[in-house]
């Protein structure tokens, strides 16, 4: 029996550490634009406020009604596109362990062990059995980052 921690093998792996650079990168980009949206939505706001001091409550209710749905739909879209990055940092994760499975059967083989089990679920053992960093090595040199495998995907 082998133990192997699935959380280190992704996130100290090459590919593993791909991911995740591209994906605090484009959540950085996406906490830009939200601030970029919430500037203008405020600058926006103070402006229509200012509007209401010379406007009749009639004539307001419209724009106000008009700057709440801008309002929601920009938070509306902000979650969209927060949710579709949380989807793909779950299919790298889905995808990379696809791509493992053949390199972590070889060391199930080569050991002579037939299960392997996910440390965090066991008790006790001995560090002998955990086959993390050994796994981290071959997949490296297996897949690398995989970024020509997802390259050569998309052509």
């Known amino acids: 029996m082998l133990t192997l921690s699935s959380e280190r093998l992704f996130a100290e792996s090459a590919f593993g550490q791909r991911i995740l650079r591209e994906i605090e990168a484009e959540g950085i980009l996406l906490g830009e634009e939200n601030e970029r949206i919430v500037d203008e939505l405020s600058k926006e706001e103070k402006d229509l ?7 009749a409550a009639d004539e307001f209710r419209p ?6 749905r801008k309002v929601q739909s920009h ?20 995808k990379f362990f696809e791509l493992v499975q053949p390199v972590l059967i070889d060391l199930l083989r080569e050991t002579g062990a037939s299960v392997i089990i996910e440390r965090s679920s066991v008790f006790l ?4 059995t955990d086959i993390t960093d050994a796994a ?15 390259n050569g995907a998309s052509e």
């Open 49 to 55: 406020t200012e509007k209401r001091a010379n406007m």
């Open 125 to 128: 053992s001995s560090d002998r």
């Open 63 to 68: 724009l106000a009604e008009a700057f709440d």
């Open 75 to 94: 938070r509306e879209g902000q979650r969209a596109k927060l949710d579709a990055l949380a989807r793909r940092s779950e299919e790298a994760q889905q």
């Open 136 to 150: 981290i090595a071959r997949i490296n040199t297996a897949i690398g980052d995989g970024g020509e495998l997802e």
